[in-house]
């Protein structure tokens, strides 16, 4: 499963639409797609049956351009937010029963989120880096990328 | 209250405290506390950026795409912006009224965006942090053992919301980035299927949406001298309401009732909003200061969401709900409840009457069937007023003859409620406040009170890499004395 998050209306934080839009192009039958403007608790629903889960964001402060990591479940959820991280989803998974399945970050630096701008240059050089970081993920759980 | 917070005397005598959430983009909260020499509250601002631009990002488009494209203003309630738009472009295009198939569809549409939004709140109940803070005195923690008592709160509101998206998903297409409110009408039929599979698990929804009203209930009169009093600014109330009086989250007319209960201006016609309303602005504030503009800038100010829709409406007409309001009111023994913890009382039971709509129109033919699309003579402008999760929403549109929007105007709730969350600030900060350092407490009440508002502090953009909360104490030399880090 990968989830990705983000607005393509607002600049940089289009980069997880981006990566799952390329991604939605190859029709994987074996991967499933989960877009969101942000992360919330239902997500957690979203990861029943899912062997591994890949979630994809914009990150804003970063150094790396791009990051892949393994995820681990957040001690608590935040409760004043309008958005969960990808750890609180994991959290909020455990919270209702769940065992959530073995799950990675990919962060990807973003710059310019201003409102009606599209993905700046550099994001969409750094979206090139994170698709192949991406491809190598679900290579290594046997899902070739590419149609 | 003092009525001099606003505009101190002398302000360079003034110690200033910034509680700054530091967040990435635009949509923080930031709170500045200006205190006298003798360390009292006595100015209190809550600075939201938000909505900046929004206006220009939507004129010269054509108006077709404004309903899709609106969504993108707000990741959290994306439904609200889509149906206030298609509301005020059904003007534009001679659509009065849209069919009967096109209102139940977006009755349902609406709907279901109330339920899945109540419901997250629902859900954050697991955590007696939303409503108070973990360093609550002792006489407080009876609300950790009432919700400790309920272990499902979690699971219940997590199935809520997730039911509530189904419904958003089966009316509008997709769970977000739905297309089907379209000027005129509505471009989709609920299929059969949908139908089924969402009838199948209504009844639990009212169930559990019952107990949300039970528990929420529960913890209010557990401890009456904290909620009925804790941050409580009274003020009027303004919202929708159906002609006959009745609740309407959709459609209806705009009621002003006074703080002490009396109907103060009724029957207005909600496309006449900007005769009603004046947007004040203060050189501080991003965020414009609404009024009800006979009334002034002093007594015109409101609250809308939840708090005010349940009691400025005269019944609401679905049943469970309906026991429910009569409750509130009832504990309120005929005086209006101004508290902000009330509002979770009052959202609780907007979610029962959420699913009870739900649970009522979901066998109704004309939504699996029927005229989708209404059509008459053009017009240049249209407003549309729908009832929020967060309160009133107002969208205004003109539009040219070639088709593009040249000019709109967007008030959201968030906005109505400008004066009545720095109000209630203020009231938490000059109560809580030692006069000499700024304490976790503080910081947890005043976030307790700007959360009761439930305000859209995060609009549509939620990148990893928030910053942690930043305190800063300044004294009246302008020094930085004291600063609190709190990781987020």
């Known amino acids: 499963m990968v989830l990705a998050a983000g607005n393509d209306a607002r600049g940089d934080d289009g980069i997880g639409p981006a990566l ?63 958005a969960l991280t990808p750890a609180e989803v994991l959290r909020v998974s455990l919270q209702i029963g769940q065992t959530p399945p073995p799950s990675w970050l990919l962060s990807v630096r973003g710059d310019d ?27 290594a759980r046997e899902v070739a990328c590419q149609p | 209250m003092r009525s001099d917070l606003e505009t101190a005397a002398n302000r360079e005598t003034l110690r200033r405290v910034a509680i700054d959430p530091i967040s990435r983009v635009e949509g923080h909260g930031k709170v500045t506390l200006l205190l006298d020499e003798a360390g009292q509250v ?39 912006h889509h149906l206030a738009a298609a509301k005020a472009l059904d003007y534009v295009v001679g659509a009065m009224p849209v069919t009967a198939t096109a209102d139940k569809m977006r009755r349902l549409m609406h709907y279901g965006q109330i339920l899945q939004s109540h419901a997250l709140h629902f859900f954050h109940l697991a955590s007696p942090d939303l409503l108070f803070g973990f360093d609550a005195p002792v006489a407080q923690r009876n609300i950790a053992g009432v919700i400790a008592a309920h272990p499902d ?34 471009n989709r039929h609920l299929s059969a299927t949908d139908r089924d599979a969402l009838q199948a698990e209504a009844d639990p929804m009212v169930a559990w949406s019952q ?72 050189p501080w504030s991003y965020m414009k200061f609404p009024y009800v503009t006979d009334l002034g800038p002093e007594a015109g100010w409101y609250k809308v969401g939840p708090l005010a829709r349940v009691q400025n409406c005269d019944f609401i007409p679905t049943p469970l709900a309906e026991a429910e309001r009569r409750a509130f009111r009832a504990y309120g023994a005929g005086a209006l409840l101004h508290a902000p913890l009330a509002y979770h009382w009052a959202r609780m039971i907007e979610m029962l009457h959420a699913a009870e709509v739900i649970r009522d129109l979901l066998p109704d033919p004309d939504l699996t069937g029927g ?76 976030e307790v009170a700007i959360r009761a508002y439930d305000p859209c502090l995060s609009c549509a953009t939620h990148a990893l890499g928030k910053m942690p909360l930043v305190v800063t104490v300044v004294d009246a030399g302008g020094a930085c004395v004291d600063q609190r880090v709190r990781n987020g």
């Open chain 2, 42 to 80: 006595h100015e209190a601002r809550l600075h939201i950026v938000e909505f900046r631009g929004f206006e220009a990002f939507i004129e010269g488009r054509p108006y077709w795409e404004v309903p899709v494209m609106v969504q993108r203003l707000c990741g959290i309630c994306p439904v609200s």
């Open chain 2, 211 to 282: 107990a949300a009203v039970a528990l929420v209930r529960k913890l209010h009169t557990a401890d009456p001298a904290l909620y009925d009093r804790f941050g409580a600014v009274p003020s009027s109330l303004m919202s929708l309401v159906r002609a006959d009086g009745a609740m309407d989250l959709y459609d209806g007319q705009l009621r002003l009732r006074g703080a002490d209960g009396t109907v103060l201006r009724d029957g207005v016609p909600s496309h006449t909003y900007m005769d009603f309303i004046t947007e004040a602005v203060k």
């Open chain 1, 20 to 82: 799952l839009a390329r991604l939605a192009a190859l029709s994987l039958p074996a991967v499933v797609l989960v877009d969101a403007f942000q992360f919330q608790v239902e997500h957690a629903l979203d990861l029943v049956g899912a062997d591994a889960a890949l979630f994809i964001d914009a990150h804003l402060g970063q150094a790396d351009a791009v990051r892949l990591v393994p995820l681990q479940p957040a001690g608590a959820v935040a409760v004043q937010s309008h």
């Open chain 2, 371 to 446: 005229e989708r699309m209404a059509e008459g003579p053009r017009a240049a402008a249209g407003v549309g007023v729908i009832e929020a999760p967060r309160g009133t929403l107002i969208h205004h549109y003109w539009v040219g003859e070639d088709d593009l929007v040249r000019w709109c105007n967007l008030i959201v709730s968030t906005t109505h409620n400008n004066e009545a969350m720095n109000r209630a600030v203020r009231e938490v900060a000059r109560q809580d406040f030692n006069g000499r350092t700024l304490t976790d407490s503080l910081l947890n009440h005043i």
């Open chain 1, 113 to 139: 989120f201003s409102l009606g701008a599209p993905l700046s240059p550099i994001a969409r050089s750094r979206v090139d880096m994170a698709w192949t970081q991406l491809c190598a993920w679900l290579d």
């Open chain 2, 153 to 186: 709160i979690a699971r219940q509101g997590v199935g809520l919301r997730r039911f509530g998206q189904q419904v958003i998903a089966a009316t509008a297409g997709k769970r977000i980035h739905g297309t089907a409110a379209v000027p005129g009408g509505i």
